[in-house]
Structure formats: C-alpha cells, structure tokens
C-alpha cells in the first residue's frame, strides 16, 4: 500500500533523545503539510540532524511519536515515497552516476525504469555525466548525484540535509528552482540549511530548534513581521507631514506598513511638494530573526 491520504507530510510529537549525559533532543513537535516546504533552524548541535535520524528511523527516540505519510515510522512502508539526502553520504567512487543511481533503485526495491533514472539525472544537471565515475566527480557533482538518488523514486516526502553546502551560487539557484518545482507537483519538502537566505526563498514555514528544543515556530510573515516601506523624504510641510501620520520618522526616514498602492502613496507625497529621494521595502531577515531568537535563549 502507497501513502496514506489526507495526513500531514509529518507529524512529529514529544521527541526526546539523550546521549549518554547530554540531551540533544528535548520534546521537539512539528508538522509539515502535504505540499509544503518546512526550513529546519538552528546553531550546531541544536538537535537539527538528531530530529531528521528520529523521524526516518536511523535512530530510535527516547520518547515521542513520529507519523510519515499517515504511518507510524517504526512501519517500514511508511518510508516507501520518502526521498532523503543525509548531511554526510558517499558513494561508491568505482560507479558511475547512472550505476549509483541504479543500485540505490535497488535497494529500495522501487520500479524506476531506466528511462526515469536519466531523467532525474538531468534534473539535477548530471545528463551528460551519467557515464562518468563517481570517484573524479567534485563534492559539488556529487551532491546533486545525492538529490537524484533522494529524488528518482519520485517521493511525497523529501528530506534535505545541508542539499547545497557544496554548490556554488548557480547549483544554490538550481536546487532552489528544483524545490519550488516540487512544491508545485504536491512534494512535501523538510530542509535543514544553514544557508539562511536559501531557506527563506524556499520555505514556507520555519521551525528553529536551540539546545534540542523549539525555540520559535511559524510562518515567515509571522516569524519576520509584516512588510515595511521606508521612504527617504525632505522638504516636508506641515501640511504633508499631516499625511504622514501613520508613518514612523527616523530623520530624513519614514517607514510605514507596506500600503497596497505604492506609486499612488508615492504620487501623492509629490504632490504634496515632498521630495522623494528613495523607496525601499524592508522587513526583517531571516538571518536577524533567527540571532535575535538565539540570544533570547543564550
């Protein structure tokens, strides 16, 4: 039997997890919906790694529940229409890419012809290298190889662990295209990321865990705030300054919540004979929210 409909991608609960004398896991819980992409945040050895081991059945939790795709994980079909790419992998350096990818169909005993395996292939930019041996390929061609075998059983649920730590700039952008592509095809995507500004041009939702537990948790609208629009304006009137009322003044700045009509806002303000110097939406970063949370818990 394939995946079980109308569930969550993940349902985690209560996990907890203790090596030796140390805690690396302190009741984490979270969903990640059908579709969705979930960033997973967090310092070095905030638990990030230890939750993904949990939830796949690499490492048993000391205590809490994990659902994938409507199943228990401790039911080995739960993992059937799961991809996943770990933080640390290596392949067989005397393989090719089309014969790495060929064992790993294997050992998950999945049908993908081998029309589908090239596919996948070029869908992370290995075509014309699927005849080469793993063992010349870069750390950078080796982890889009990791993406192929994550991706060629064509999963519901994709697990990422640090998916672009070795690309460059362009592999960044084609990893972020790919996720946005599963995204529309109903994938369910959990990426773990240091690349805080790759995270939020993909993520939907954003869960930051810090000393094994759930620091914060949200959407990036709740998580960052709304939008601002911060205006550089001189030689307001009092008669203008009237219109900038709702409007928070920094100097020469004025920020307010971003308006539905900009140029018109902008338009009127000219009017007015404000003189408008610049006009920049702003909201807070990711990065500045994911410090700010830290240091709340330091």
């Known amino acids: 039997m394939g995946a079980v409909t109308g569930s969550p991608a993940v349902w985690a609960s209560g996990l907890r997890k203790r090596y030796r004398r140390r805690t690396a896991v302190d009741g984490v819980s979270?969903?990640?919906?059908?579709?969705?992409?979930?960033?997973?945040l967090g310092p070095n050895?905030?638990?990030?790694?230890?939750?993904?081991?949990?939830?796949?059945?690499?490492?048993?939790?000391?205590?809490?529940?994990?659902m994938l795709l409507g199943r228990p994980h401790t039911d080995p079909r739960s993992r059937e229409r799961v991809g996943y790419l770990p933080e640390l992998f290596r392949y067989q350096p005397w393989l090719t890419a089309a014969e790495v990818l060929?064992?790993?169909?294997?050992?998950?005993?999945?049908?993908v012809g081998d029309r589908e395996q090239r596919q996948t292939l070029g869908l992370v930019g290995l075509a014309d290298r699927a005849g080469d041996r793993v063992g010349g390929f870069s750390k950078g061609m080796q982890q889009r190889l990791g993406l192929a075998v994550a991706l060629v059983a064509g999963p519901d649920l994709v697990v990422l662990d640090e998916p672009t730590?070795?690309?460059?700039?362009?592999?960044?952008a084609d990893v972020r295209d790919l996720l946005l592509s599963l995204k529309e095809r109903g994938v369910a995507v959990l990426l773990n990321s240091h690349l805080?500004?790759?995270?939020?041009?993909?993520?939907?939702?954003?869960?930051?865990?810090?000393h094994g537990r759930v620091a914060v948790s949200g959407t990036l609208a709740e998580l960052l705030g709304r939008r601002t629009l911060r205006l550089s304006l001189t030689d307001v009137s009092a008669e203008a300054s009237a219109a900038l009322e709702p409007f928070t003044k920094?100097?020469?700045?004025?920020?307010?919540?971003?308006?539905?009509d900009v140029p018109a806002l902008v338009a009127d303000l000219?009017?007015?004979?404000?003189?408008?110097?610049?006009?920049?939406p702003a909201r807070m970063s990711l990065e500045e929210r994911l410090l700010e949370v830290l240091r709340e818990n330091s």
Do not use: N, Q
């Open 30 to 40: 979270f969903t990640v919906g059908r579709g969705e992409v979930l960033g997973l």
């Open 45 to 66: 050895g905030a638990g990030k790694t230890s939750v993904i081991k949990m939830m796949l059945g690499l490492v048993r939790p000391d205590a809490g529940e994990v």
């Open 102 to 111: 060929r064992l790993h169909v294997r050992l998950a005993g999945v049908k």
């Open 165 to 172: 730590s070795a690309l460059d700039p362009l592999g960044r």
């Open 196 to 210: 805080i500004g790759e995270v939020e041009r993909v993520c939907d939702r954003v869960v930051i865990l810090d």
């Open 250 to 260: 920094d100097g020469d700045a004025y920020t307010v919540a971003m308006p539905d």
């Open 270 to 280: 000219v009017k007015r004979g404000v003189r408008v110097h610049s006009v920049e």
